[in-house]
């Protein structure tokens, strides 16, 4: 007997819980052979709004552990500073704690960092997402002076670090906290060029998303884009399988699942292009590349009801109307019918062809 694929309703908002249950009974009873995908297509969306972004300012020199688009999951590694050397022999004559932070300008393009000692004592507030003025004073004895309209985007626990050079000039560190070599910064310690004076500093996410990595003249900024993840048909699961009155009793009765989407009383398989779209949603099947060709300009030749054939892409072969025309990006949204309802998929003009 041919298998074939069946629509599951499940309980709303367990369908990941179904899935497990239904995959767990089939090992348990070496039905694999009889009931062998059970699938709940879903797709990952970016959650772009400013306060759902992380992000982390390095310098030109770090070691990137990430790529743009890259996904990565809470506490992973994203870059690494190189280790703080010293550039020239000298005597460190100060050692003070510090804060760091980094201002940008309300369109983006400029950044602008202080190092605050501590005895100047930082007011209050200074934390990410505060906002400050040109003038401004940053500290409570008004020595350090704002520059800059913008947002704080990054502090830092920091030690500064001041030494004294054989030419009698004042070299100036600012070390991550964090990272500092303590056997070797003690005020009135000699230090030769090229001690470490903080060990590499490895840049650490906070949460899990997608990265985006942005350069500028002076610096990179690595973004991590939270994500979450959607299911495309919610209440629903795909299974394949040998389909019998002892398999359709055997997966009806796994908790979390109601029932098949049936008529009659029987349930009903999935037709051959449905299937392929499942399997393309879930990464099983590949979508069929079409080969790119030389960017033109498009005369868009769409209406609002035509109805169009999509020849390629994950809905290949389905007929639908067009519901909204977006001439910017030569996409149309058009609503097809999958499992017996109309579902919208947005897709490029070459992906599609006009039925008269």
């Not at 908002?13 to 062998?36: P, R, T």
């Not at 983006?108 to 100047?120: E, G, M, S």
């Not at 050079?165 to 990272?179: C, F, G, H, L, M």
């Not at 310690?189 to 949460?207: F, M, R, W, Y």
Request: aromatic share 6%.
């Amino acid at each position: 007997m041919k298998k074939r694929w069946y629509i599951l309703q499940t309980l709303a908002g367990y369908e990941a819980a179904a899935k497990e249950n239904l995959e767990a009974k089939v090992k348990a009873q070496g039905y694999e052979h009889l009931i062998s995908k059970v699938l709940l297509p879903e797709e990952v969306v970016i959650d772009a709004s400013a306060k759902s972004v992380e992000r982390h300012i390095v310098s030109l020199n770090a070691k990137l552990f990430v790529s743009n688009g890259t996904n990565v999951k809470k506490g992973d590694v994203l870059a690494e500073e190189p280790a703080i050397r010293v550039r020239k022999d000298g005597k460190i004559i100060d050692v003070r704690n510090a804060k760091k932070i980094v201002i940008e300008t309300a369109d983006k393009k400029f950044t602008k960092t202080y190092v605050i000692p501590q005895k100047n004592k930082p007011i209050t507030g200074l934390k990410v997402g505060g906002y400050v003025k040109q003038g401004m004073p940053l500290t409570e004895d008004g020595e350090i002076i704002c520059e800059i309209d913008g947002k704080i985007i990054q502090t830092e626990r920091m030690k500064r670090i001041v030494i004294l050079n054989a030419s009698n000039e004042k070299d100036i560190y600012a070390v991550p906290y964090e990272t500092i070599n303590t056997s070797l910064v003690k005020k009135g310690d000699n230090v030769k060029a090229g001690q470490i004076l903080a060990e590499p500093k490895k840049i650490v996410t906070k949460s899990s998303g997608r990265v985006e990595i942005i350069d500028f003249p002076t610096k990179k900024e690595i973004r991590v884009q939270k994500v979450r993840i959607r299911k495309l048909f919610p209440g629903y699961l795909f299974v394949e399988m040998i389909m019998n009155d002892e398999f359709w009793h055997f997966v009806r009765t796994v908790p979390g699942i109601i029932d098949f989407v049936s008529s009659g009383g029987r349930p009903i398989p999935i037709k051959d292009n449905e299937v392929k779209v499942i399997l393309r949603l879930s990464g099983i099947e590949e979508t069929p590349k079409v080969e790119k060709v030389q960017q033109v300009k498009i005369e868009f030749d769409y209406e609002v009801g035509d109805v169009v054939k999509i020849i390629s892409g994950p809905f290949e072969g389905f007929v639908g109307h067009v519901k909204e025309i977006n001439p910017e990006h030569n996409e149309l949204k058009v609503t097809v019918t999958i499992f017996g309802r109309e579902t919208p998929v947005t897709v490029h003009t070459t992906e599609v062809e006009k039925i008269d």
